[in-house]
């Protein structure tokens, strides 16, 4: 009968990682943030000191000021700081190395979180016809809540920290991958083999993990990066305000807004944490853009 | 306009040694290689062939529209009246585009800009190429539209795309290829996305116009009923060659070439083969079932209905064929979901061996599941692209309780019963072609043990000598399976051939039903006898099997 000229059995996978790596954005992005993820697990050996520590003796330091300050033993030592310190005498190079720790915890647990819960909510949304516009409705409301005045509203809820600073982000980004969920379900579910499954009598949870679920990885992964360099983004305007993650604790928020006073005299205050900011967003956008052009080319270029 | 032309005239287009070169990771080295033909004034040339044998890129070849990076023509000359377009630069080609050769395409709903009024965009091609002004355009407009038959141009011309029907659009297309009177018109499968009757009138439209303009048409198709209506000469390509030329006559009648006399042959006659009526058991019987979309709701007290379907009655019986036939929305397609409980009918029973299945929930129709299967349209997209065609297939059994080891067992069985090798069980669908999916997607079916097959137009999305090999597959299987098949298709021929009754379905209602011989050879109702009218090609059919 009929021979079968296909071509051999390829590893689809490894195919679809190559053409990724080789993308310049997804390169350059996932580099920086790689680096930045190493600096922050790393941050104790990194010449750093105790980020909370206070030395009333060199407040408001200019870059590369030295001072002699006694060790835990008691043995006089030198002590370089190398980004100045502020108004209290802490270590800016050390606040600026441990608040990476911060925000990357924030960025990636809301990430994994909001697009834990909006899968779930969006499939139940995608398959489930009367729950729908339910859901739908619901969604575009909280959509409605402009993103950082929600979760300052939700902040001041509760005490502040780490938890309840990482629910009141995500909350407010659950209802965009509800939605990019949902629109996938919807397309998926009206593929011819989506229906055959159902004709072949596949009963509706594994229709949705085995058929529909596997759709959503791509244009989830790239969403979750957009969602990770958000999240660390409100986190520091959260801090910055005062009403995010507590004071004494080093995050590039509380450093700029720590350094907001002396903003004339002493710009290095803000200007680090500022620049680690800036190059930690930067670097997951170029991440995910890279992804999206990689893995959701239909996407690309339409945001 | 009329000109008294002689026998031999300069070529209108004179396609030379063309090759044309595929990038590199392609089956082939070349898209096209090494193809000449010639279509003078007044002449219609058909470029036939099956999916993949470089017609498209001949078209685009000569209109320079060729992806720059993708396709180099490497060798040879597209001569317009003289004029090598393959060497032209962007601006001549601009130059040429509308004034001296024209294009259509095959979907009127994407080549028409969504948001631009008609009028304006046929005007356009009047805008780029003269300095009429805005009246004199208008005017121009306004008569080529008369001219190609549109039902009150002076409206129409405001009109936007989506306020017209598939064939109208057609037909602003072809306007709009032709205002310039260019000397050479693309058409690259015109009718393919159009219904019968609305295909034998752009047919006969692009007839017109090419006979009253001396317009040289380069009318690529993969319908050998389409080519037997319009052609004065054809060529056949496979593969990026040209196996055959010569006139319409000589190619469809005394083809000289094996794969010509393989296209030829393959194409289904519309005349019925004998057929013993069968006498089966009830399979499935459907009764006064309708479907209607568009309740009104609460919240919505003035939402449109449609009737999709309505008191349509009929039974199958095990090996037997029944076909439902009918245009793009006639509601066949809505029937076979419904029976395959796709959808809830809204009204009516589905009869499956005295039990009704039309308004069970999922729950308790899940053992009625096994009984009833169906192949879709596009094989490309019914098989998950991310599951191994064994694990597609082994789905169905494994969810009944099958053990995995049997499971797979019989689908090896399965592979080999519908031609594949069953060691292709754990490759992927992206590595087979569409005659070879839609084969697999019958062995999934068959894994079921269904006593009912559906076949939405699963033949129709695949080439002639392919077509002829599934729906043989398919037969083979109804006889040793004795499965009950609906057969659903918009394809005359295809019905002619494999069905044993035939219901003719127009706007959700059966207006006629009886054996497919009856029906073929003295039609009843209006609506079938005009259908039958459209098919194109029919002499084409009646002779081949004649002879």
């Known amino acids: ?303 | 306009m009329q000109e008294v032309l002689t026998g031999m005239t300069e070529p209108v287009l004179s396609v030379r040694n063309l090759t044309v070169r595929l990038p590199g990771g392609a089956d082939r080295e070349n898209a096209i290689e090494g193809i000449s033909f010639d279509i003078g004034p007044r002449e219609i040339v058909c470029i036939v062939g099956e999916s993949g044998s470089g017609k498209s890129v001949t078209a685009q070849a000569v209109m320079g529209l060729l992806p720059k990076r993708d396709l180099v023509v490497t060798a040879g000359e597209t001569l317009l009246q003289g004029e090598d377009t393959t060497k032209a630069g962007i601006h001549r080609l601009r130059a040429l585009r509308g004034t001296r050769m024209g294009m259509i395409f095959q979907e009127p709903m994407t080549a028409l800009n969504p948001v631009q009024r008609v009028g304006q965009q046929i005007a356009e091609v009047l805008e780029i190429h003269t300095k009429l002004s805005g009246t004199e355009q208008r005017q121009r407009v306004l008569d080529i539209m008369k001219a190609v038959h549109l039902p009150d141009p002076e409206l129409m011309i405001d009109a936007y795309p989506h306020q017209l029907s598939g064939g109208q659009r057609q037909r602003i297309m072809i306007a709009a290829a032709l205002i310039l009177d260019p000397a050479l018109l693309i058409a690259d499968e015109p009718t393919t996305a159009l219904d019968v009757t609305t295909q034998a009138q752009i047919l006969r439209l692009i007839k017109e116009m090419q006979s009253r303009r001396n317009t040289g048409v380069m009318f690529i198709t993969h319908d050998f009923g389409v080519v037997s209506e319009i052609a004065d000469r054809v060529v056949v390509m496979q593969r990026g060659r040209v196996v055959e030329q010569g006139t319409r006559d000589e190619v469809l009648r005394r083809p000289r070439e094996a794969y010509t006399k393989m296209l030829v042959a393959a194409v289904p006659s519309l005349v019925p083969p004998k057929r013993a009526p069968v006498e089966g058991k009830l399979a499935l019987e459907a009764k006064k079932l309708s479907k209607i979309y568009g309740r009104r709701t609460f919240l919505n007290r003035k939402a449109r209905i449609v009737k999709a379907a309505q008191d349509v009655n009929f039974h199958i019986c095990k090996g037997e064929t029944l076909g439902i036939v009918g245009e793009s929305g006639s509601g066949k397609t809505t029937v076979a979901r419904c029976i395959a409980r796709l959808i809830e009918p809204s009204e009516g029973e589905i009869l499956i061996e005295g039990a009704n299945v039309a308004h069970l929930p999922e729950r308790d129709l899940r053992p009625y599941r096994r009984d009833i299967q169906i192949v879709f349209q596009d094989p490309y997209r019914s098989l998950n692209p991310r599951r191994t065609v064994g694990q597609s297939i082994i789905e169905g059994p494994v969810n009944f309780g099958m053990t995995r080891e049997k499971a797979v067992g019989k689908a090896r069985e399965l592979m080999q019963l519908v031609g594949l090798s069953p060691d292709a069980l754990d490759r992927y669908p992206h590595q087979f072609s569409g005659g070879q999916r839609q084969r697999i997607c019958i062995a999934r079916a068959l894994a079921m043990g269904p006593t009912l097959l559906i076949a939405d137009e699963a033949v129709s999305a695949l080439d002639v000598s392919v077509q002829a090999q599934v729906l043989e597959l398919l037969d083979n299987i109804r006889k040793q399976f004795d499965l009950a098949v609906l057969f659903i298709t918009h394809d005359l021929r295809v019905a002619a051939q494999i069905c044993d009754r035939i219901a003719v379905m127009k706007n959700g209602v059966v207006v006629e039903h009886g054996t497919t011989a009856d029906v073929f050879r003295s039609p009843q109702h209006e609506y079938t006898k005009a259908l039958f009218d459209a098919a194109p090609g029919r002499d084409f059919g009646v002779q081949q099997s004649v002879a």
């Not at chain 1, 980020?51 to 200019?62: F, G, L, T, V, Y």
């Not at chain 1, 339910?134 to 409301?141: A, E, L, T, V």
């Not at chain 1, 159902?198 to 244009?219: C, K, Y």
């Open chain 1, 1 to 303: 009968m009929a021979t079968i000229d296909a071509a051999p059995p390829v590893s689809r996978r490894r195919s679809v990682w190559s053409t990724v790596l080789r993308n310049p954005s997804v390169l350059f992005g996932g580099s920086i943030a790689l680096i930045m993820l190493i600096i922050a697990i790393l941050a104790p050996f990194l010449d750093t000191r105790d980020p909370a520590e206070i030395n009333p003796s060199a407040r408001n330091q200019k870059p590369g000021y030295t001072a002699t300050v006694r060790d835990d033993e008691g043995k006089r030592i030198q002590v370089k700081y190398h980004l100045g310190t502020d108004s209290l005498g802490r270590d800016i190079y050390s606040r600026v190395i441990y608040g990476a720790r911060v925000s990357l915890i924030v960025g990636i647990t809301v990430a994994v979180i909001a697009v834990f819960v909006g899968l779930i909510i969006g499939m139940i949304a995608g398959y489930v016809r009367w729950l729908d516009s339910i859901i739908m409705r619901f969604m575009d409301g909280l959509m409605a809540i402009p993103e950082i005045l929600l979760a300052i509203a939700l902040v001041s809820l509760s005490r502040a920290g780490l938890p309840a600073v990482v629910i009141a982000i995500v909350i407010p980004q659950v209802p965009r991958v509800v939605r990019l969920v949902r629109s996938v379900v919807l397309s998926i579910r009206e593929e011819p083999y989506v229906e055959s499954a159902i004709t072949v009598g596949t009963p509706t949870p594994t229709l949705l993990f085995r058929h529909v679920l596997p759709n959503t990885t791509a244009p989830l992964i790239v969403q979750g990066t957009f969602i990770c360099a958000s999240a660390i983004l409100v986190e520091a305007i959260l801090s910055f305000l005062g009403i995010g993650i507590p004071p004494e604790v080093p995050t590039w928020g509380n450093i700029m807004a720590e350094g907001r006073t002396y903003f004339r005299i002493l710009p290095h205050n803000i200007l680090y944490p500022g620049i680690a900011l800036a190059l930690a967003v930067l670097a997951i956008n170029m991440l995910g853009d890279g992804l999206r052009d990689t893995l959701d080319p239909r996407f690309a270029k339409r945001f």
